[in-house]
């Protein structure tokens, strides 16, 4: 049985952000094989062209986690009916200069929690698009639309009993994903 990292990308910088509460939680429903790695992205400077020949070290160091990972798994709030600037900075970071993308192949997985009743559906979907584009096979089903409420975490902040057999589900599926898009 082969050891599995994950690069998780927070699309909340906040604290206390419900996402990153979300990211930490869904992580202990994977097999121990599987190790979570939440990636800094607050520190990237925003992308700019004329820096793709002289990349900040944050930027290294971005590009590296994704590359040392066997998957990605993306946890996203919705801003605005998209994914949030950061998230975005960091996608465009990770996938420069042309031809030197760190995501090309990697399996990636989209959660993301939202108070409101459609959860992050427009978030993800434009995630999805981005995805695409830069050659990352994304679990399509089942679809995780998470929406806040009492219950979605129990009282130590693990996945409480309403939305654990969900996301149980959902992290299998994801497990098998990775397992079936790596070498």
Not at 20 to 36: H, K, Q
């Amino acid at each position: 049985m082969s050891q599995y990292t994950i690069a998780v990308f927070v699309g909340s910088l906040r604290q206390h952000s419900i996402n990153r509460r979300l990211a930490t939680a869904v992580a202990d429903l994977a097999p121990s094989y599987f190790e979570f790695k939440q990636v800094q992205i607050g520190d990237l400077p925003l992308y700019d062209q004329d820096d793709d020949a002289n990349q900040a070290d944050s930027v290294k160091r971005l590009k590296d986690d994704i590359k040392t990972a066997q998957g990605v798994l993306f946890v996203t709030p919705e801003y605005n009916r998209s994914i949030p600037g950061v998230l975005k900075n960091a996608i465009d970071h990770a996938s420069r200069p042309y031809g030197q993308s760190a995501w090309t192949g990697k399996p990636a997985g989209i959660l993301g929690v939202s108070p409101g009743a459609t959860g992050t559906c427009m978030a993800q979907q434009h995630l999805r698009n981005i995805l695409a584009t830069l050659d990352m096979p994304t679990l399509g089903q089942p679809e995780a639309f998470i929406q806040a409420k009492d219950g979605l975490f129990d009282a130590n902040g693990n996945i409480g009993t309403d939305s654990k057999e969900f996301l149980q589900s959902w992290m299998d599926q994801y497990v098998a994903w990775v397992e079936r898009h790596t070498d």
